[in-house]
């Protein structure tokens, strides 16, 4: 089986965020980037999948230069060789443009199966796996916990809503949305990291796939929330005051 796992490149968790002075995106010289933890999962579950089946993994991923550190990881890790469609302006790009661009770079390697994370977490918009199906026609499915391979389908536990769960069986090829958590996360071995410097890495730029960038989307303005202080007195009779109180902090401070 040939499956495509896409993975992102997103600010670490403990990095001080700060915008930057035009106020249109993150102030990166100080940043330090990992792989994106949901993308991690789809990444262990293609692996696991690999080990059961045979075949190969692929990591896809789409950023600037920098994103090939996380694109080494997967390749230690055990992914087989990677595809970097590379684009130095990939702040805050559209979940649709995003998708696009990697419907084009995966489309000659005709996979079975391409797994994502189920969102990125820096901009979470958790739309990138279900366009990227849309856009190559395949069938999909989100949320997923479990993947139990058959034949020539698949059978997908979807996590709902109050602990409710749905199973859904899908032709391949299929695209799949990870949860994370869904499986132990492994950690690369030495003898991976080394093995990982002499594997494939194809390289594309973003300008050669034919996809417009120009109308990517973006943001106009970043900026921190504003802190305000503010008081209010309930006069009067305790009971209405009482009844107040807690309209306000049911409907306003949404706090019960």
Not at 105 to 113: F, M, T, Y
């Amino acid at each position: 089986m040939k499956i495509v796992v896409s993975v992102k490149q997103v600010p670490s968790r403990d990095s001080n965020l700060r915008v930057n002075a035009s106020g249109t995106w993150l102030d990166e010289s100080d940043l330090t980037y990992e792989i994106n933890e949901p993308d991690a999962y789809a990444l262990e579950e293609g692996l696991q999948l690999k080990e059961k089946l045979g075949g190969e993994v692929i990591a896809l991923c789409a950023g600037p230069e920098r994103a090939s550190q996380t694109i080494r990881e997967t390749l230690a890790k055990g992914a087989d060789r990677a595809i970097h469609v590379q684009m130095e302006d990939a702040a805050g790009l559209h979940s649709l443009t995003t998708a696009k661009l990697l419907a084009k770079a995966v489309a000659a390697e005709k996979p079975d199966l391409i797994l994502t994370g189920l969102q990125s977490e820096d901009l979470g918009y958790g739309q990138t796996g279900v366009l990227l199906a849309e856009l190559l026609g395949w069938p999909h499915a989100t949320i997923v916990m479990e993947v139990e391979p058959r034949d020539s389908s698949l059978r997908v536990k979807r996590e709902l809503e109050d602990g409710w769960f749905q199973y859904v069986s899908l032709p391949l090829p299929a695209v799949l949305t990870v949860q994370s958590g869904i499986k132990k996360l492994r950690y690369a071995t030495l003898m991976g990291i080394k093995k990982a410097k002499s594997k494939e890495v194809k390289t594309i730029s973003a300008s050669d796939l034919g996809v417009d960038l120009k109308g990517a989307g973006g943001f106009s303005r970043i900026y921190a929330p504003e802190r305000k202080k503010s008081a209010q007195l309930f006069t009067g009779d305790a009971k209405r005051a009482a009844a107040e109180l807690i309209e306000k902090l049911r409907f306003e401070a949404r706090a019960l």
